[in-house]
């Protein structure tokens, strides 16, 4: 299994209403250095109607760019769509963090 298929493989097990962070991706994928390999490997999804993507954020709670998702505010409509709350521009990691089980 090459580096992104890892990458995928975990995207995958997040679950709804849930958002995990580039370096959790990148720890649980095998190797805590890969968050940009996350960030990079996202943005070429191969398959987006079974990898959400959308559910990875930035340490801090914060959505991606728009363009990786469709257009401006995307990733926050999928995100809101299974209950998870956005305020501007961000998610609450106390409460919408998944504990990567």
Request: contains cysteine; charged residues 20%.
């Amino acid at each position: 299994m090459n580096t992104f298929e890892k990458i995928y493989a975990v995207v995958r097990k997040i679950p709804y209403g849930k958002v995990a962070t580039y370096g959790q991706i990148a720890l649980l994928a095998g190797n805590p250095h890969w968050s940009q390999v996350v960030g990079y490997a996202l943005h070429s999804n191969p398959e987006p109607d079974s990898i959400p993507c959308f559910r990875v954020v930035n340490r801090f709670g914060e959505l991606s760019s728009a363009f990786a998702f469709g257009g401006i505010n995307r990733q926050q409509e999928l995100l809101e769509a299974e209950g998870v709350e956005v305020k501007d521009g961000r998610v609450d990691l106390k409460r919408y963090l998944w504990n990567g089980m």
